[in-house]
């Protein structure tokens, strides 16, 4: 029988696809949200004047960004519960998961921009009476944030699409929606169709709204 196309199915299918689509928002906002902070921490930690903390920083972050994202998924929910014998709910997981390994990403983005800043700005900072810590916080770390907009955003995006692994661990978000959806209708081709369109409005959506917020650092530079 010849395959026929029905494009009623991937209209009726999106909306079905919303309760996927608010958890994986949720679960990439709460990952980037804790990754930034992980990531800010292990960045600032990478360039440390101390060996032994540089050496912890480095660890962390080449052991994540060296490892696939679905074996970090398979480890956290399988693994650490057999292992310290605590379950961890599909959400939380996800949310643990998607922090951890964007903030791997994360750290080197934030050293790059730290360390793309004139290094006469931190004398300037110490030579008027202030504290390294100080003139971090107050000088150097918001020039270094403005430059870690665009890559921040690129990592935003790479996250979203990556919960899609998280149906590893039976996290109901838009991609085991989609399944779910495929297990009732057999109709893979459209529901899947749908799922990529759903991504590809988010993140062309992000895109464009990063691009906007880097005209507009733009214009206020000038």
Do not use: C
């Not at 004047?49 to 994540?64: L, M, P, T």
């Not at 399988?78 to 998607?98: L, Q």
């Amino acid at each position: 029988m010849a395959f026929q196309f029905e494009p009623t199915v991937v209209i009726e299918t999106i909306p079905m696809l919303m309760r996927g689509l608010k958890l994986t928002l949720q679960i990439t906002v709460g990952g980037i949200f804790f990754g930034f902070l992980l990531g800010s921490g292990a960045g600032l930690l990478k360039i440390s004047r101390n060996f032994f903390i540089r050496k912890i920083a480095g660890i962390y972050i080449e052991s994540i960004r060296g490892t696939p994202m679905l074996v970090q998924a398979m480890f956290l929910y399988y693994g650490v519960p057999m292992a310290v014998g605590i379950r961890i709910p599909p959400i939380t997981a996800g949310i643990i998961i998607i922090a951890v390994n964007s903030g791997a990403y994360i750290a080197e983005i934030v050293r790059g921009a730290v360390q793309s800043i004139n290094p006469g700005q931190m004398e300037a900072g110490r030579s008027i009476g202030l504290t390294h810590t100080q003139t971090m916080l107050h000088i150097i770390w918001p020039q270094a944030l403005k430059r870690m907009i665009p890559p921040l955003g690129n990592q935003f995006i790479i996250s979203l699409k990556d919960t899609s692994l998280l149906m590893v661990i039976g996290v109901g978000e838009l991609m085991r929606t989609g399944q779910e959806i495929t297990a009732v209708n057999f109709r893979a081709f459209e529901v899947y169709m749908a799922v990529a369109l759903v991504y590809l409005v988010l993140t062309i959506s992000i895109s464009r709204a990063m691009l906007y917020v880097e005209k507009r650092l733009s214009t206020n530079k000038g």
